[in-house]
């Protein structure tokens, strides 16, 4: 099993930087592929980003690629979102999710077995 807490959410204006962190406990969650989605208010869940544990590669969704940056670290606070030049549209409740190694990019939210709780993004006009 593995257990997920995101943490580093907030209120900030148009164009000001966040960074999110996703801290894991349990099995070793360095052989996991990890990946970030979001859920806007009223709306489903979302990807934003993903990291392959084989080679470090990313993808990002068209909406965010350029201003978000998704990294790890080590094997107790694995995964980072580094948001830049936020914008009102990227409010939501932002959740990072593990599976194991795949090898390739994992997009869908059904393909992850393990989420955290959420952390609330808000970002006023």
């Known amino acids: 099993q593995v257990q997920l807490v995101e943490s580093g959410g907030g209120l900030v204006q148009a164009g000001d930087s966040l960074r999110i962190s996703c801290a894991a406990s349990g099995r070793t969650i360095s052989i996991y592929d990890m990946g970030w989605f979001r859920q806007p208010p009223g709306k489903e869940r979302e990807f934003v980003a993903t990291?392959?544990?084989?080679?470090?590669?990313?993808y990002y969704a068209d909406s965010v690629k350029g201003r978000f940056t998704i990294s790890r670290d080590n094997a107790k606070n694995p995964l980072y979102l580094q948001m830049n030049n936020l914008k009102p549209e990227d409010t939501a409740v932002y959740y990072c999710?593990?599976?194991?190694?795949?090898?390739?990019?994992?997009?869908?939210?059904?393909?992850?077995?393990?989420w955290g709780q959420g952390t609330q993004v808000t970002v006023s006009s």
């Open positions: 999710a593990a599976v194991p190694k795949r090898g390739v990019f994992t997009t869908r939210a059904y393909e992850y077995n393990y």
């Open positions: 990291l392959k544990w084989i080679d470090g590669g990313t």
